[in-house]
């Protein structure tokens, strides 16, 4: 009986212990990669998805303005009710007399009356405007809106790059404030080991309450800075989520990969002088203006246009009931050709500001080149002295790992080396970060 009560249990306990790892591993936080929070981030950014929609705005507008080019097509009808009907009225001999038999007859030989109209008119019709001399400007406004387009699209592809760069910042800064809570929870456990070493040696008189205050104090200020950085890093989170769109509630960073290699200063400037955002936006603008001008000069050509359309009436007399007809349409408004002149002269001012717009712009990525390659090879030198710290760091740890093994060094001798890995690895993520950023910066001047 007892057997047959074990044996259940025990294919239970079975159970119950391979399902243990089950549960264990589906419970596991996969940890989120930069180029994970990047691409989240760019699928998500509502502020992203609005440079988007501009696009295709711009987009629609130059769909809208073609349409311009064919003829313009309107229908109308009315409906009128006649409370008084307009006659025609021919009095008795109007038209003389006619003599026949030795008799006067006259003509008409009585008051004759012709209605014009009927009570109920009702009249609809379709006209085609195609126009001919306008043609002209309507290409060029197409030729705007194209560049109007094309603005956007450079506009999004600097929005993106923006959001990339601040994902990294927020994704390094919550590295960085990592390593430093582990640098300040070492130096806390270090500064209680050392209060308790005191207060064991006030309590054999071997030493005075001021170092206890001095160390009481050196612990409120660790946790007051350990308590900064926590509030730190849960700024950084809240905006990471909020550029990502991720609603999790806690975020497992992975580590990061090492950035690319950067090539010359050459090969930056002469790919940024082409390939800029910035002087792509600028070298538009100045084009925009240039068509903007021809556009106005082309306002001063006369509107001319042909006409076609067929017009049904019934309620008037005088008029047929179907009429399709076909002609020509001109018209020249005289004051816009003394007004268009001040049009013409701002937008020559505009073309002149976008010129000087464009050549500071190219100076300006010039510059910013050279010195964010500086900066980079300034980073590089950081992070090779930074690793160096890194490794002999960790090699310190191991050594006093090892001396704790064979008790020669005390626990406080571990903190303390902990605490200043964790601040050499702190160092070399900020270097790590600032190196990242000029290549990045480096990447975007030059348009790649």
Do not use: C
């Not at 119950?16 to 419970?27: F, K, S």
């Not at 927020?170 to 929870?185: C, H, M, R, S, V």
């Not at 209680?192 to 612990?219: C, F, H, P, W």
């Amino acid at each position: 009986m007892k057997t047959k009560l074990i044996l259940p249990i025990l294919i239970v306990l079975a159970a119950v212990q391979v399902a243990a790892p089950v549960r264990l591993y589906a419970q596991q936080v996969q940890p989120l990669t930069l180029e994970q929070a990047v691409e989240k981030a760019l699928q998500n950014n509502h502020l992203l998805n609005v440079r988007k929609l501009q696009v295709t705005e711009k987009e629609a507008k130059v769909a809208e303005d073609r349409i311009k080019r064919f003829p313009v097509a309107s229908i109308s009808s009315a409906y009128q009710y006649n409370a008084n009907l307009g006659q025609l009225v021919i009095e008795q001999g109007s038209f003389g007399t006619l003599p026949l038999g030795g008799t006067s007859i006259a003509l008409p030989n009585e008051e004759k009356t012709f209605p014009l109209g009927k009570h109920h008119n009702f009249n609809a019709g379709v006209t085609l405007y195609q126009p001919i001399t306008q043609l002209g400007k309507i290409k060029t406004g197409i030729e705007v809106a194209q560049t109007d387009a094309e603005l956007a699209r450079h506009e999004q592809s600097r929005a993106s790059l923006q959001i990339r760069q601040a994902i990294e910042k927020l994704y390094y800064g919550l590295l960085i404030t990592q390593k430093q809570q582990d640098e300040a929870n070492a130096k806390i456990k270090l500064a209680q080991m050392r209060l308790y070493d005191v207060e064991s040696a006030l309590l054999s008189g071997k030493t005075i309450d001021v170092n206890k205050a001095g160390l009481q104090a050196n612990i409120a200020d660790e946790e007051q800075n350990l308590l900064k950085l926590r509030i730190q890093t849960e700024d950084y989170t809240a905006d990471l989520k909020q550029l990502t769109g991720i609603e999790t509630d806690s975020l497992t960073l992975a580590p990061v990969a090492n950035a690319g290699v950067p090539g010359t200063l050459d090969s930056y400037l002469t790919n940024a002088a082409t390939t800029n955002n910035d002087i792509k936006i600028a070298n538009l603008t100045e084009i925009k203006t240039q068509k903007a001008i021809r556009a106005a000069e082309q306002g001063n050509l006369p509107d001319i246009g042909l006409v076609a359309g067929y017009s049904y009436q019934t309620g008037n007399l005088l008029f047929p009931n179907n009429n399709p007809f076909v002609g020509a349409q001109f018209k020249w408004n005289i004051q816009d050709l003394v007004a268009n002149k001040q049009v013409i002269r701002q937008r020559h001012l505009l073309r002149e500001q976008a010129r000087e717009n464009l050549i500071n712009t190219q100076n300006q990525v010039k510059n910013d080149v050279s010195k964010t390659h500086r900066k980079l090879t300034q980073a590089t030198a950081l992070i090779a002295v930074a690793e160096k710290a890194v490794k002999y760091r960790t090699e310190e740890l191991k050594v006093q790992t090892d001396k704790q093994a064979s008790g020669l060094n005390l626990e406080a001798d571990i903190l303390s080396t902990r605490s200043l890995l964790a601040k050499a690895e702190a160092d070399l993520l900020a270097a790590q970060l600032n190196y990242r950023l000029a290549y990045s910066d480096l990447q975007r001047l030059a348009g790649e």
